[in-house]
């Protein structure tokens, strides 16, 4: 049985990922301007990168499969990986190179001119994602931060950002997973559907 304690705190979380959302819209043209530049390099022919640690790389995985995939209608299979998706090249990498090179090399041989890296961070301060960008930039790959707080590193670095402000990762995840959805939703208008 719910406490009146208990109530007071659910409801409070509520408010608050409703308020970190709602303060979106205030980077609607951020938004608006990421969603843009996926859906070019797609019509382009070239493929969506997706990086994040954590619950971030989460994200970063549903961005990826849910392109190559589907978001809601049937269009055709679109080109995406998430660099955090392998285990593989994972513990390869961070036992060869070490964990700050996980994706930096996988940038270097998987990305191409007109790609596009979407970094996901709620700190803006991992290393393995700032050498990502480096490598992301010396191959004219096209940079996106979807970043927490103060943007940390991350910020003033990447093409195209959007910082949720605030010290709670769950609330910057939160509007990170709505900003997601947007991007996934003007791809899928992008792409006429397919008969099957």
């Known amino acids: 049985m719910s406490t009146m304690a208990e109530n007071h705190v659910v409801r409070e979380t509520i408010a608050a990922s409703a308020a970190a959302i709602g303060d979106l819209a205030r980077q609607a043209d951020a938004i608006e301007r990421i969603a843009a530049a996926a859906v070019d390099a797609l019509q382009r022919g070239n493929k969506i990168l997706t990086a994040g640690n954590g619950g971030s790389a989460a994200q970063a995985l549903h961005m990826a499969e849910e392109l190559v995939g589907r978001f809601r209608g049937n269009r055709r ?3 995406a990986l998430s660099l955090a998706a392998d285990p593989t090249a994972l513990t390869c ?3 060869d190179y070490g964990f700050d090179e996980i994706f930096r090399r996988q940038v270097e041989g998987l990305g191409q001119a007109g790609d596009v890296l979407v970094l996901f961070s709620t700190s803006g301060r991992a290393p393995n994602l700032a050498a990502a960008l480096d490598a992301a930039a010396a191959r004219g790959l096209t940079t996106v931060g979807l970043l927490g707080r103060d943007g940390g590193a991350l910020a003033g670095r990447v093409d195209l950002e959007l910082v949720v402000p605030g010290q709670a990762t769950e609330r910057i995840q939160e509007a990170h997973l709505v900003v997601l959805h947007i991007v996934l939703d ?5 792409f006429p559907a ?3």
């Open 186 to 190: 003007a791809v899928e208008r992008a």
């Open 93 to 95: 990498i961070g036992n």
């Open 194 to 196: 397919e008969s099957r």
């Open 77 to 79: 299979s679109l080109p």
